[in-house]
């Protein structure tokens, strides 16, 4: 027989699980939305190596067939002067705004803003978790506006000495996803946790369905079992949540990570860089069910990694080209 505690933390995962399949047929509904417009253009961000700079491919057939601009449009110049993990929004106000990790060890993050994005702004640091004392690292950042609050929201990793002692592992990362937000991006809110899963996590990517929120994350990695961490994902009503984690992974098997969603039409498309291999992995879904591996039908960039998509006006594209 077992024991009491242990038969009620079964009986909670069971009522979790049963609750995370009932937003199944919301998302069905939800995900049915009109095809990218004509005259607009996909951009996929990414960087090379281990981060020399901004990179820029484009797709004008929905994201299956992706070109490389074939230029580093920002180069660098804050905190550790690496760029990894470029991830742009263009806000209501039309000016796109970019985040991204300058350094292994870095506490805080790099943001710049531009209008076509060729010409930018001073790059600057933002010092989100200087003040959090055993801050070991701030990756991956992304940002996604709020409407309700008329706020950005960024969204990062972090691994913070004495915090989740549960999950810490001798010689691993213990990483959390957490956010602050901001305006203006002069003035932030104070840094805090925006989703515990139970287990260390990064990549934290956010897409709103509808009226809600689907943020996907690479599950870090366990080498002691023997098991690569999977791609994850969790459903909140609001961008700050709370997320309830979904009972099934959407990618598990090879090394992934840098998680990235966009929709065309019906479908949903989940790009993923299988980094240890040095290609990327691409997955369609129409009722977040099902996931289908469309990766031998996708032509990305030979060398990029881990970015994000973002849908452009077209003559924005063609000033994009031509400045190449």
Wanted: include cysteine.
């Amino acid at each position: 027989m077992e024991p009491a505690s242990k038969t009620y933390r079964a009986m909670g995962r069971r009522v979790r699980i049963a609750a995370a399949m009932a937003l199944f047929p919301w998302l069905c509904a939800a995900t049915a939305r009109p095809p990218k417009a004509a005259g607009e253009t996909m951009v996929f961000t990414s960087f090379h190596g281990n981060g020399d700079g901004l990179h820029l491919s484009v797709s004008t057939d929905g994201g299956h067939r992706w070109r490389d601009l074939d230029r580093v449009f920002l180069t660098p110049e804050v905190g550790g002067r690496l760029l990894r993990d470029p991830h742009i929004l263009r806000g209501p106000d039309g000016v796109y705004r970019m985040v991204w990790t300058t350094g292994w060890k870095d506490k805080g993050i790099g943001y710049a803003s531009s209008r076509d994005l060729i010409h930018w702004s001073a790059q600057r640091y933002i010092p989100v978790m200087e003040g959090v004392p055993g801050t070991n690292n701030a990756w991956a950042p992304e940002t996604v506006y709020d409407p309700a609050s008329r706020a950005y929201v960024i969204t990062w990793s972090s691994d913070v000495d004495g915090r989740f002692p549960a999950t810490r592992r001798s010689g691993q990362m213990n990483n959390r996803t957490y956010y602050v937000t901001t305006k203006d991006f002069a003035t932030f809110s104070t840094p805090g946790v925006l989703i515990d899963p139970g287990f260390d996590h990064i990549d934290t990517t956010i897409l709103r369905v509808g009226s809600r929120y689907v943020a996907v994350f690479k599950e870090g990695d366990n080498q002691e079992r023997g098991r690569w961490g999977p791609i994850q994902w969790a459903v909140a009503d609001r961008v700050l949540g709370p997320y309830r984690l979904m009972p099934k992974p959407l990618v598990t098997g090879e090394r992934a990570e840098g998680p990235t969603l966009v929709t065309d039409g019906d479908r949903t498309r989940l790009y993923v860089d299988y980094y240890a291999n040095g290609r990327y992995g691409a997955f369609e879904t129409r009722d977040w069910r099902t996931w289908r591996d469309v990766s031998d039908a996708v032509r990305l960039v030979k060398g990029q990694r881990h970015g994000t998509v973002l849908t452009i006006p077209s003559h924005v594209a063609k000033a994009l080209e031509e400045a190449h």
